[in-house]
């Protein structure tokens, strides 16, 4: 969702009221949303994303280009969602270590089920919960450019922005740091 993650960091950035941000989002619909209900689900999704990082990682999603947007709602998503950022550095990571061709389905049903014994609540999760925040994953993955398809999902290595490198470093935000250069080339 980079094209409303660079929306809702340009209300962000210009620190908005709560009456201009339900009038861009439910009146103006600046998401571009069939009905209001799901804009105001996903600005609302957006907003605690990037509210886990500073303003200067704002400022670059809004501004940049789509590669660099693209790399900063990453960020942001895994600033937000901790049992994603472990899948990364402890699947997907791995996966290029062995040289493996592809990310597979079962991979995310394995992860979860080894941190079920950590957070017991993970196995009261419904199969249809667990599929779709897969498939969520796997977009993501899909979108930044770690897997060619999200049919295949053949994986190839993530090509980090310095830029991005550089904010995620000067801003203490040093696990997400390690978890995107360990999807780099080798």
């Given at each position: 969702?980079?094209?409303?993650?660079?929306?809702?960091?340009?209300?962000?950035?210009?620190?908005?009221?709560?009456?201009?941000?339900?009038?861009?989002?439910?009146?103006?619909?600046?998401?571009?949303?069939?009905?209001?209900?799901?804009?105001?689900?996903?600005?609302?999704?957006?907003?605690?994303?990037?509210?886990?990082?500073?303003?200067?990682?704002?400022?670059?999603?809004?501004?940049?280009?789509?590669?660099?947007?693209?790399?900063?709602?990453?960020?942001?998503?895994?600033?937000?969602?901790?049992?994603?950022?472990?899948?990364?550095?402890?699947?997907?990571?791995?996966?290029?270590?062995?040289?493996?061709?592809?990310?597979?389905?079962?991979?995310?049903?394995?992860?979860?089920?080894?941190?079920?014994?950590?957070?017991?609540a993970i196995t009261g999760w419904a199969a249809s919960?667990?599929?779709?925040?897969?498939?969520?994953?796997?977009?993501?993955?899909?979108?930044?450019?770690?897997?060619?398809d999200n049919r295949r999902r053949l994986l190839q290595?993530?090509?980090?922005?310095?830029?991005?490198?550089?904010?995620?470093?000067?801003?203490?935000?040093?696990?997400?740091?390690?978890?995107?250069?360990?999807?780099?080339?080798?």
């Amino acid at each position: 969702m980079v094209r409303e993650s660079r929306i809702i960091a340009e209300l962000m950035l210009a620190d908005v009221d709560d009456d201009a941000w339900r009038r861009a989002i439910i009146e103006d619909n600046c998401l571009q949303k069939a009905r209001p209900a799901t804009a105001k689900r996903i600005a609302q999704a957006i907003r605690k994303r990037l509210e886990r990082l500073p303003s200067p990682f704002w400022q670059a999603l809004r501004d940049g280009d789509e590669r660099l947007a693209t790399q900063i709602a990453f960020c942001a998503a895994l600033a937000r969602n901790l049992l994603l950022l472990e899948f990364i550095e402890d699947v997907v990571a791995d996966a290029f270590v062995v040289q493996a061709e592809t990310l597979a389905p079962w991979q995310w049903e394995e992860f979860l089920d080894q941190r079920s014994d950590r957070d017991p609540a993970i196995t009261g999760w419904a199969a249809s919960s667990r599929q779709k925040m897969r498939q969520v994953a796997f977009r993501m993955l899909y979108e930044v450019g770690v897997i060619t398809d999200n049919r295949r999902r053949l994986l190839q290595p993530l090509v980090v922005r310095d830029d991005v490198l550089a904010l995620l470093e000067c801003h203490h935000q040093d696990r997400i740091r390690r978890g995107l250069l360990a999807l780099r080339p080798r």
